[in-house]
């Protein structure tokens, strides 16, 4: 049975992540991290598909919570009240190209290893702002 604090875990995760999952080839290694990450921090044993199923469990949930508030279901559901807001968003889904290159910059600059970061990153941006960036990070 999941908590309410394992649930959110889950949800920060994978949303503050969301790059990575997408560009990661095989996603079982994305949940498998997941899964580590939380059952460290909880104690708990959870897989890594109990962690993907879990999440797309919440997805389906904050669909259906959609549809009834625009009036096109019937009912709505406790875990789709709970994390509705959260799911608004719709944070999972693949960022489009400009957005990856906004976020890989937010957080190159919000990061604690910045030069490690800002290396794996200068290859996606624009020819110019390779350059501010190494100044920047020098």
């Known amino acids: 049975m999941w908590e309410i604090e394992e649930i959110r875990f889950l949800i920060a995760e994978r949303k503050?992540?969301?790059?990575?999952?997408h560009q990661m080839l095989k996603k079982n290694q994305f949940w498998l991290s997941v899964a580590e990450?939380?059952?460290?921090?909880?104690?708990?044993?959870?897989?890594?598909?109990?962690?993907?199923?879990?999440?797309?469990?919440?997805?389906?949930?904050?669909?259906?919570?959609?549809?009834?508030?625009?009036?096109?279901?019937?009912?709505s559901t406790l875990l789709g009240q709970l994390f509705f807001k959260e799911f608004h968003s719709l944070f999972w889904l693949r960022p489009r190209k400009n957005?990856?290159?906004?976020?890989?910059?937010?957080?190159?600059?919000?990061?604690?290893?910045?030069?490690?970061?800002?290396?794996?990153?200068?290859?996606?941006l624009p020819n110019h702002l390779p350059l501010m960036m190494q100044a920047w990070a020098n």
């Open 16 to 21: 503050s992540r969301n790059i990575e999952y």
């Open 99 to 124: 957005d990856y290159k906004h976020e890989l910059i937010y957080r190159a600059i919000t990061t604690n290893d910045n030069h490690t970061f800002l290396n794996r990153i200068l290859n996606h």
């Open 37 to 75: 990450c939380l059952n460290r921090r909880f104690n708990t044993f959870y897989t890594s598909n109990q962690c993907k199923g879990k999440f797309q469990q919440l997805v389906k949930e904050y669909n259906l919570m959609r549809l009834y508030r625009a009036g096109n279901e019937d009912q």
